[in-house]
């Protein structure tokens, strides 16, 4: 808001009259008047040329005058912003992630957000899965994609789906002891098995060699979580932690890969791959968004109910396959 001095000055200009402003101000014309000269002596020069009728600018007045109209322009432009953003006419969501599901789900969600919202402009930002909070907290990022993890005091984390970790493993790759529970991609994807078919005991994978990922990505961790020191596989040193790539080195037989059933949700179906469900407690996370629980903005809470309706369906792995 502009001081009420220069509210006092401009009205005498626009009316240019003293009287006619102080009737519109609902000021005594005196205290106007005393108002002007207290400014006009503030910036040591006139700024009314009061030979004139009615009163004119001065050279001083006009400069004067153009900065009063230039903060008059700014404070139009901000309600203006203000206001498109309470009404989602305008305004800007940067997203950050990491998650190899992110590249399949947020193109459907945006897809659905835009058509409500087309004039919200949206921003991706790609990052290290240990880098994503950094954004929050810089404030470069109004909302991240996050695979598991506990959410930090002072955010909020809304969970779209639960992801089952899942080996999966060329056929040739199978033990006599894993037979049983091998699952094809279309059992997989439909969870069209019973719970008998979830591997529990985890040491019916002893002595199968995994692809790598790097020590920083949550799939490394979850293995080592899971595995211990299990076997890794003496043909891949690393790799760039892509879970496409990973998928094709598995298909190649250069491995088993630790993965979810979401991740195998987007990959082209493969019959040449067996798939094992793992039954144990921490085989299983969530897929979350989340965001600040201060000042989370309009924008946010209508994109994250957008993304909330769209995985609301029974199976949200088919929304993925369907990518």
Do not use: W
């Not at 002596?41 to 001065?58: Q, W, Y």
């Not at 402009?121 to 470069?140: R, V």
């Not at 098995?193 to 692809?211: A, M």
């Not at 903005?297 to 609301?312: C, P, Q």
């Amino acid at each position: 808001m502009i001081e009420t001095t220069a509210k006092y000055i401009y009205t005498v200009y626009r009316l240019k009259s003293v009287s006619l402003a102080a009737q519109e101000l609902y000021i005594s014309q005196p205290a106007l008047s005393r108002a002007i000269k207290k400014a006009e002596k503030e910036l040591g020069a006139p700024i009314f040329n009061r030979k004139t009728h009615p009163f004119s600018l001065t050279a001083e007045g006009k400069v004067y005058i153009e900065a009063i109209e230039k903060m008059l322009q700014i404070q139009r432009e901000a309600a203006e912003k203000v206001s498109d953003i309470r009404h989602m006419q305008g305004g800007t969501l940067r997203i950050a992630t990491s998650t190899h599901l992110s590249f399949y789900a947020i193109p459907k969600i945006l897809k659905a957000f835009q058509k409500q919202h087309p004039q919200i402009d949206t921003h991706i930002i790609f990052a290290n899965t240990d880098k994503l909070y950094e954004h929050l907290q810089n404030e470069t990022a109004d909302l991240v994609f996050i695979s598991g993890g506990a959410t930090p005091e002072g955010y909020c984390s809304v969970e779209l789906f639960d992801e089952r970790f899942v080996v999966a493993m060329p056929p040739h790759m199978v033990t006599e002891v894993l037979l049983p529970y091998a699952l094809s991609h279309n059992e997989l994807i439909n969870a069209n098995y019973d719970k008998y078919k979830e591997v529990s005991d985890l040491s019916f994978f002893h002595g199968i060699e995994f692809i790598y990922s790097p020590p920083n990505t949550n799939i490394q961790k979850k293995r080592k979580l899971l595995f211990g020191k299990s076997d890794i596989s003496p043909y891949i040193t690393s790799n760039a932690g892509r879970q496409q790539f990973n998928f094709n080195l598995m298909c190649s037989g250069f491995g088993a890969l630790l993965t979810t059933d979401a991740n195998i949700a987007t990959m082209p179906p493969d019959s040449k791959c067996v798939y094992f469900v793992l039954g144990n407690s921490a085989g299983k996370q969530s897929f979350s968004i989340t965001y600040p629980q201060k000042d989370s903005g309009h924008i946010v809470n209508e994109f994250v109910t957008t993304a909330k309706a769209l995985f609301s369906c029974e199976n949200p792995l088919l929304q993925l396959s369907n990518a």
